[in-house]
């Protein structure tokens, strides 16, 4: 009796024990529970029976001996925007046999939300009857604040980004908007200032070649002649560097003859230096290339305005043009020995209309040529620069590659046109121009030349003439009344007859980039006003496969100085406007 109650006492003292160490361990799980916020529950589906820690009802602040713990008691405690959702979540588990999680709000009895984070798996019997779920709650508020914060933030943000990119693309529009204007002001200034120097340099050219006329009346002639070609070549210039800083300057990269380019530049600025007194020298460094392919214009146009600024501002000494072959670079140096550039002007003589104290000193051109070189040397792949020294002189310098290339084919110009060859039919050319002065201008020339010539003052006269007479060529204004010229163009060559026949465009636009759409509308090729007489007939010439005859070519060759000399006041004061100008055909005509 006595060994038996011994045993019942120990099995209570191990019971207690363990009861003891079940306690501990539920207390550590509650006070890890509330650490983290996270509790945990069970749901017996077969009693309907739901068990919470005392971390779930904190939670939920919800008091114990006031919850039905049941299924339904916590559906009724989330927020009423969730309950479908996490019911949702849980049938499809249990149907699926699969665990799940899902964040959701719970709704407090002072309105307050709080977010919580679940997790559940639940254990099924051999027959997949559902038997007990489990799972976790954790509160993840703050995480959530910090993620709706976020969110908000996110939103702003783009709501910022959005506002900046409308902002930015109202900004872009307008900028194009403002350079459309640009380009159409332009665009019309080229055409309403060139086209009257169509008709100022066009009769001046068909006065020129009467031979009846006094040499006095010639000389006359030759002033109005270089005085609009040198307005025109102030018009070019404020258009360039418009052009420029709307970014439609582009390059053209085709074969030129680079000796000849510097023999006529040459030749342009020796009459001028000459007549200063000014020894003017250019120095070839290496053979040069017969041929090379880069941009002849342009490259032209940088060397006169650096040679034609280094004769301007030098009154004593030298003006040199060194030129040197570095691989399929060149190197071009023009040094002068004028008074040089303060360290102060330096970069502001690139700036667009500036000009130094002797430039003012001066009172010639528009400030404009060192930015429009500089700019057009940067297009050609190199970069102008200046050395100078006050009173010992100055020497700009760019190098850009001219890669050497075969001849062209091209056409020899043997001197001044003065007719067809005899042996040809006269061509008929249909002009369509709606400005009576530059109707007379190109009729006068094209019938000195002997061709046939018929006048359409707009696009819808020229189509139903082009159908009556059937002219061998058309020359095609773009800019006229009733149809313009892209608009006659493009019915021309709808027509069955129309396909074959040359059309030229005449533009007073100073648009390199005009001249692609031209082209690709269906015009054979463009000659821009004021039209020089020689360039249009050599054209018209090649697209008709045509001979003229030629008077005798000009002597390139710049008479010593002191022929110069010799001449009367009132010549050597013409040779001296000439040569400020840079007008060699005026200046040779004078000389010769």
């Known amino acids: 009796m006595f060994r038996v ?8 003292s ?34 309907g029976r739901l068990e919470w820690s005392d971390e779930i009802y904190r939670l939920f602040e919800i008091d114990p001996t006031q919850f039905g713990a049941t299924y339904e008691a916590f559906l009724n405690a989330i927020h009423p925007d969730d309950r479908d959702a996490v019911n949702r979540a849980y049938t499809e588990s249990l149907a699926n046999r699969t665990p799940y999680e899902i964040t959701h709000r719970l709704l407090m009895a002072d309105g307050r939300i709080k977010w919580v984070h679940e997790r559940c798996t639940s254990e099924f019997d051999a027959a997949g009857k559902p038997l007990r779920s489990s799972g976790t709650v954790q509160d993840v508020s703050k995480q959530k604040e910090s993620e709706i914060q976020l969110d908000r933030y ?99 990269n085709d074969p030129f003859d680079l000796e000849g380019t510097l023999t006529a530049v040459e030749e342009m600025i020796r009459v001028r230096a000459e007549s200063k007194g000014l020894t003017l020298t250019v120095e070839r460094q290496g053979p040069l290339p017969p041929y090379v392919l880069g941009d002849a214009h342009h490259l032209r146009q940088v060397l006169i305005n650096l040679l034609g600024n280094a004769v301007k501002f030098t009154d004593r000494g030298q003006v040199r043009l060194r030129v040197v072959v570095e691989g399929e670079h060149i190197l071009f140096e023009v040094a002068d020995t004028g008074p040089g550039i303060a360290p102060e002007d330096r ?61 062209p084919a091209g056409i020899d110009q043997q001197g001044t046109i003065l007719g067809l060859a005899p042996g040809q039919a006269a061509p008929r050319i249909l002009v ?18 002997g061709f046939q010539v018929r006048v359409a003052a707009n696009g819808r006269e020229a189509l139903d003439l082009f159908q009556a007479w059937h002219p061998h060529l058309v020359l095609m204004d773009m800019r006229m009344p009733v149809m313009d010229g892209y608009e006659a163009t493009r019915a021309i060559r709808a027509l069955p007859e129309g396909g074959s026949i040359p059309i030229v465009a005449l533009t007073a636009s100073a648009f390199e980039e005009e001249r692609s759409q031209i082209l690709a509308m269906g015009c054979n090729e463009m000659v821009r006003k004021p039209i020089e007489q020689d360039h249009l007939f050599g054209i018209i010439g090649r697209l008709l496969d045509l001979r003229y005859v030629y008077g005798e070519k000009a002597s390139t060759a710049a008479p010593p100085l002191q022929d110069l000399r010799a001449l009367p006041a009132d010549l050597r004061a013409d040779l001296a406007k000439a040569a400020a100008i840079l007008d060699k055909d005026a200046a040779l005509a004078i000389v010769s």
């Not at 709606?434 to 000195?448: A, F, G, H, K, S």
């Open 5 to 12: 109650r011994r045993t019942s006492n120990r099995d209570i």
């Open 14 to 47: 191990e019971r207690k024990v363990a009861e003891e160490s079940l306690r501990a361990t539920a207390d550590r799980l509650n006070e890890a529970q509330s650490l983290v916020h996270l509790g945990s529950w069970t749901l017996d589906l077969t009693s």
């Open 432 to 449: 369509a121009e709606d400005r009576p002065d530059n109707q007379q201008v190109i009729t006068e020339l094209l019938n000195q030349t």
């Open 154 to 252: 996110r939103l702003h943000l783009e709501e910022l980004v959005e506002e900046r990119t409308q902002q930015l693309a109202e900004a872009k529009e307008a900028a194009e908007a403002a350079n459309r204007a640009k380009s159409i002001f332009l665009s019309n200034m080229s055409h309403e200032l060139r086209t009257p120097l169509n008709a100022v340099l066009g009769f001046t050219q068909i006065m020129e070649r009467d031979t009846n006329i006094s040499d006095t009346h010639r000389r006359e002639l030759a002033t109005i002649g270089r005085s609009g070609r040198h307005l025109l070549s102030l018009i070019n210039d404020v258009l360039e560097i418009s052009r420029i800083e709307a970014g439609r300057t582009t390059v053209q």
């Open 347 to 407: 970069e502001r003589i690139f700036q667009a209309f500036f000009q130094t104290e002797a430039g003012i000193a001066k009172g010639e051109g528009t400030g404009l040529g060192l930015t429009i070189s500089r700019e057009f040397v940067r297009l050609m792949g190199g970069e102008l620069g200046v050395t100078s020294e006050p009173g010992k002189g100055s020497r700009f310098s760019f190098a850009i590659p001219l890669p050497p290339t075969v001849a």
